[in-house]
């Protein structure tokens, strides 16, 4: 069974502080690992895909990596509006494009 | 831009009561999901459908059917609400070329079952 864990649970920051949340996953034949942002009351937003270890991305502040087990969201210098909940998902391609997400990290980024 | 909609913000029935959501995109994906997201338990896939007419159950279907009569249009149906079904219902559709597609979800609707 797939299993995707997501550390830590809260993050709070002071604007400009730098830091990086985890996605640790146990899956079988990683086909990609998703990140979405969520702010309250609304749907998950697209971040990044990666597909193999050693890939990253970038998009303004944020940083995405992978290994073989985990995924790294590095945020850069962020900003209040950063303040968001991150949500990982690997794909392991079981059952159509069922996606396993992990439970989140509650971002909180301090003026 | 991939849009996906969903026909209510906010949604409160009563125990009992027969519940339509709906959802619809407008970017002609194959895949269409319902999930619903609690806290402390996240994103949980109730069914998904691949393709007009076809559904598989996903990781929680029990007291929940779906419908997919046209391509772009996929309803969740709650056939007699119960408390324990109120929660954040989020539809999300991809384009269906393979494993790795991403997943574009709605912005949500929150049902309260009284």
């Known amino acids: 069974e797939d299993q995707v864990t997501q550390s830590p649970e809260a993050l709070r920051l002071q604007e400009g502080e730098s830091s990086s949340l985890n996605c640790s996953y146990t899956?079988?034949?990683?086909?990609?690992l998703f990140w979405y942002r969520q702010d309250p009351g609304k749907g998950p937003e697209f971040l990044f895909t990666?597909?193999?270890a050693g890939e990253e991305k970038e998009k303004e502040r944020l940083k995405a990596t992978l290994t073989k087990k985990e995924s790294f969201l590095h945020i850069t210098a962020p900003k209040p509006e950063d303040s968001a909940t991150y949500l990982c998902a690997p794909n392991s391609g079981g059952g159509a494009d069922g996606l396993t997400f992990g439970k989140g990290t509650h971002l909180i980024i301090q003026p | 831009d991939v849009k996906v909609t969903q026909s209510s913000r906010y949604l409160v029935k009563r125990t009992g009561e027969k519940v339509f959501l709906e959802c619809v995109q407008d970017?002609?994906?194959?895949?269409m999901f319902w999930y619903r997201q609690d806290p402390g338990l996240g994103l949980r896939l109730i069914y998904f459908s691949y393709d007009v007419k076809m559904k598989e159950k996903g990781d929680i279907p029990e007291g929940y059917s779906v419908s997919r009569e046209k391509k772009e249009r996929f309803s969740l149906i709650l056939e007699s609400a119960s408390t324990n079904q109120t929660s954040m219902y989020l539809c999300a559709s991809s384009l269906g070329q393979g494993v790795t597609d991403t997943q574009y979800f709605g912005p949500g609707t929150r049902l309260t079952v009284l």
């Open positions: 990666l597909y193999s």
């Open positions: 899956v079988s034949g990683l086909r990609g």
């Open positions: 970017m002609d994906h194959e895949n």
